[in-house]
């Protein structure tokens, strides 16, 4: 059954992507790096794993997956292998081809591990002296280890760190695997029903942890009583409140286990390994929605997808539907609005919940209980410009003002595809023309996260070619041409000539004179800008 899922799912992928050559399978021992994805990954994440091996670079799968290119090391199921690691790997490898037409190679590394550091999530069993699973999934069962201590066979009972493992408990060991035996530095219970504690989040300076002592500030969480320090695969966070839409003083519920640990001279502290954290506070988090790659929750091999999720600050917050508690796709309504799949600013009230994925990376899920767009109405004296699409590829309508401002027509709205002209109740412009918009704008993300002004223009009037309203007595001759046209009545600093799609196909600098005659027969309009920036657009045809 492994072997067919996973032919299957690199057949898919590799139609998807291209194939120049029959898989094979080969020995690769090189180091665990992220380098730039393949041109039709660009959109998902900026790098994706690979094994870097001397002059050769493979982009990894994991039975026909790419792995979570949001995760800090790569992990293959439970085992995680930091970046930096040298890595030896059988595994079958194909030439793929991305979307600009360039060769890439691709290896699936499911089977034949062997790394120098792992973790595994497997139940500890001491039936048969020291022994537990490494757990899989449901499909391919499990894998079995002997467990050693210092090169030591380990007997019931069964102590690391002293504390003492359970029977068909599960923990995350961290060590070092072999031929059948696993070299065990430590093992987290990794049970979300262990503890629930509510409290107030707070950042506190008291542990003496390495000198000098109490300048650290780290998370925790006041229950009225004492302090719980949060951590997450076993390190006390700083970054909770900076990475979430929890802050200082939310009151909080936290799932997870609880341990205690010892500072530098000795003195017991609380440490709280947080699974889950719920806050009962509403918060107002400006951002924008879009799909985002879901969260590896579920029990088997990751599935791609894509969840509906609100990004502030670089964060995804899953959006959580509060009739049946499942992702949407699409849209979502809150009260009497309705939020696109888009990128346009708003500030949402909102919810939080943090949680743990399959390979103990926190995801974050809100509730969003109101939102506010962020738009207003503006009247602005502009121009119909053509240009680059900061939010999809290709090009876009667009309004440049006065000011050499830049108003996107709002996506959504306008054709992707860029015209060349507007019309608005009775009143046409075309691109180059002038003229008084007026329309809500807003602001929206762009592909980089940046944001970029928008405009939905509900009225345009005073259409003409300048920008100021004195006339010239400019002309373009001869009109029909078949080539070489002049400009008479200004001295033209910049010329632009667009084609009846509205794209730029001709511009120079300094001259009276274009050449046309490399261009196709059609109407042009000819944009020409003086030494003040006053700008007046012709028509020109040229003819064969």
Same mark, same amino acid.
């Given at each position: 059954? %492994?072997?067919?899922?996973? =032919? ?8 998807? #992507?291209?194939?120049?050559? *029959? ?15 393949? &041109? ?6 900026? +790098? ?36 930096? /690691? ?11 081809? +991305? @979307?600009?037409?360039? !060769? ?22 001491? /039936? ?15 894998? #079995? ?5 210092? @090169? ?18 599960? =923990? ?13 530095? +430590? ?36 229950? #009225? ?6 951590? *997450? ?54 951002? @924008? ?36 508690? $499942? ?33 103990? /990376? ?5 509730? !969003?209980?109101?939102? +506010? ?36 027509? %709002?996506? &959504? ?12 109740? $009775? ?17 929206? &993300? ?6 970029? %002004? ?43 000539? =667009? ?46």
């Amino acid at each position: 059954m %492994k072997t067919t899922r996973f =032919y299957t799912l690199l057949a898919f992928l590799l139609m998807a #992507g291209g194939v120049t050559m *029959q898989a094979q399978e080969i020995n690769v021992t090189g180091m665990v790096s992220r380098v730039a994805a393949p &041109y039709f990954e660009q959109n998902v994440c900026n +790098d994706r794993f690979a094994i870097v091996s001397e002059s050769e670079t493979y982009y990894v799968m994991v039975d026909g997956y790419w792995p979570n290119p949001y995760l800090e090391d790569l992990v293959i199921h439970y085992d995680t292998i930091p970046v930096g /690691n040298e890595i030896e790997v059988k595994g079958t490898v194909v030439e793929m081809e +991305d @979307g600009n037409g360039e !060769i890439f190679q691709a290896i699936d590394i499911s089977e034949n591990l062997n790394s120098t550091y792992q973790q595994i999530l497997g139940f500890f069993d001491n /039936n048969e002296g020291a022994y537990f699973y490494h757990y899989i999934d449901l499909y391919y069962g499990f894998e #079995g280890y002997h467990i050693t201590i210092n @090169g030591e066979l380990q007997t019931t009972p069964f102590v690391i760190n002293g504390r003492t493992l359970e029977e068909d408990k599960r =923990y995350l060991f961290e060590g070092i695997s072999g031929e059948g035996v696993f070299e065990l530095f +430590d093992a987290l219970p990794y049970d979300v029903e262990d503890v629930s504690i509510s409290g107030t989040l707070t950042m506190e300076n008291d542990l003496c942890l390495s000198p000098p002592c109490g300048e650290t500030h780290f998370l925790s969480l006041f229950d #009225g009583e004492e302090y719980h320090y949060l951590t *997450q695969k076993r390190k006390l966070q700083d970054n909770y409140i900076n990475d979430a839409v929890f802050i200082e003083g939310d009151s909080v519920m936290v799932g997870g286990f609880e341990f205690v640990h010892y500072d530098l001279f000795g003195n017991p502290f609380k440490t709280l390994e947080a699974i889950k954290m719920q806050s009962t506070m509403e918060h107002d988090v400006v951002g @924008g929605m879009s799909d985002a790659p879901m969260p590896y929750i579920n029990a088997g091999p990751p599935v791609p997808g894509l969840d509906m999720a609100f990004h502030s600050n670089g964060v995804s917050y899953y959006i959580m539907n509060p009739h049946d508690g $499942d992702f949407l796709s699409g849209f979502y309504v809150v009260g009497n609005d309705t939020i696109l799949v888009t990128w346009q600013q708003l500030t949402a009230t909102c919810t939080p919940n943090m949680l743990i994925d399959n390979y103990l /990376n926190p995801f974050y899920r809100v509730n !969003i209980d109101k939102v +506010d767009f962020e738009e207003h109405e503006e009247t602005l004296q502009c121009t119909l410009v053509v240009e680059e699409n900061p939010f999809y590829f290709g090009e876009m309508l667009a309004i440049n003002t006065q000011e050499n401002e830049t108003y996107y027509l %709002k996506p &959504y709205i306008y054709t992707f595809t860029a015209p060349d002209h507007i019309t608005i109740g $009775d009143n046409t412009a075309y691109v180059g023309d002038s003229f008084i918009a007026t329309g809500m704008v807003s602001n929206w &993300y762009n592909n980089n996260a940046s944001l970029e %002004k928008a405009i939905d223009i509900t009225e345009i009037s005073n259409i003409t070619g300048v920008i100021e309203s004195t006339p010239t007595n400019l002309m373009v001759y001869p009109n029909p041409t078949d080539g070489i046209f002049r400009i008479e009545g200004v001295i033209a600093d910049e010329v632009q000539v =667009y084609n009846a799609l509205g794209q730029m196909v001709k511009t120079v600098r300094g001259t009276n004179e274009v050449d046309l005659s490399g261009l196709v027969e059609g109407v042009y309009l000819v944009r020409i800008t003086d030494a003040k920036g006053v700008s007046q657009t012709e028509r020109i045809t040229v003819i064969r």
